[in-house]
């Protein structure tokens, strides 16, 4: 099918601003040398957001990307108030540095919840269902499409295969932190106490990115890009902003868009969050685990 020039125009445009946004940081710390501070790169995504905003006023064929171009805007308004501004207040400041893992943890997910609380506000004034932006458990037996290099065959489901992701995932999610660090049954047992927390904190942590970094910017792109174009623009955006991660550098981009991708296309495939949130929690509840270990003082 001969795409359209507006299509072409939109799809163009989209990734000029995915990539130009999270290729930032990179391009002036690795190049330049220059230290990006948390207020210039919300500064930078804002200034993006309001320069798409009035592209696709000035020009029909980019038009479709306005909620596009809005949701940078909210995303680095919603950040710059919550990560630099509310937690700087002094009782936010107390929790954060507390030396209990359940405080400091709790504290810092809070914040990401209520990072979650505004995107979801601003895409229910978009779009005025939740079930427009996944906001819902979605069919869990939905069929899955075929992936032939991955293994999935036609005719498999994602109550089957969401389980199995999960299990195959964390498997290899548990191998990498126990070669990371290997830590003694003792403090294992010690860390028991905080499973509570664990628990918790994987449960926001998974619902604040797999909202904030995927169902939206897949809600707003699936209408003007289309399904295919709109998973790997967002798998873009959220591989790039790994690279300081762990893994660090490229390794670690190609790892979270693989899993930003595989975890997309099952908010597609069954129009719901579920299998995303579940797969991504069930990650987060190993890290989590070894980091509440890694913050316990041996001998203490």
Request: glycine share 8%; aromatic share 14%.
């Amino acid at each position: 099918m001969k795409t359209t020039n507006g299509s072409k125009a939109v799809l163009v445009t989209a990734w000029v601003t995915i990539l130009a946004i999270s290729l930032f940081k990179i391009v002036a710390q690795e190049i330049f040398h220059y230290t990006v501070s948390e207020n210039l790169m919300y500064g930078f995504m804002a200034g993006v957001g309001l320069a798409g905003l009035a592209l696709a006023s000035l020009w029909a064929p980019v038009s479709p990307l306005r909620p596009f171009f809005g949701l940078f805007l909210v995303l680095a308004g919603v950040q710059w108030v919550v990560f630099t501004q509310i937690d700087r207040l002094p009782f936010y400041k107390t929790w954060l540095n507390d030396p209990s893992f359940n405080v400091s943890m709790l504290a810092e997910q809070s914040l990401k919840f209520l990072c979650t609380l505004a995107i979801i506000a601003f895409l229910f004034i978009l779009k005025r269902r939740r079930q427009a932006f996944f906001l819902a458990m979605g069919d869990l037996a939905a069929p899955a499409e075929p992936i032939r290099w991955l293994g999935v065959k036609s005719g498999e489901r994602w109550n089957t295969l969401g389980r199995s992701l999960a299990v195959i995932l964390s498997l290899g999610t548990l191998a990498f932190l126990v070669i990371a660090g290997r830590p003694p049954l003792d403090i294992v047992v010690k860390a028991l106490p905080f499973l509570p927390a664990v628990l918790l904190a994987a449960t926001l942590n998974a619902f604040y990115e797999e909202i904030s970094f995927k169902a939206s910017f897949l809600s707003v792109l699936e209408g003007p890009a289309g399904k295919q174009q709109a998973l790997l623009l967002m798998a873009a955006f959220f591989g790039i902003l790994h690279f300081y991660g762990v893994p660090y550098g490229v390794v670690g981009v190609l790892m979270a868009a693989f899993l930003g991708w595989l975890l997309g296309k099952s908010m597609f495939e069954t129009r719901g969050l579920f299998w995303a949130w579940f797969i991504h929690f069930v990650q987060d509840v190993l890290i989590f685990a070894f980091m509440a270990i890694g913050s316990i003082t041996p001998g203490g």
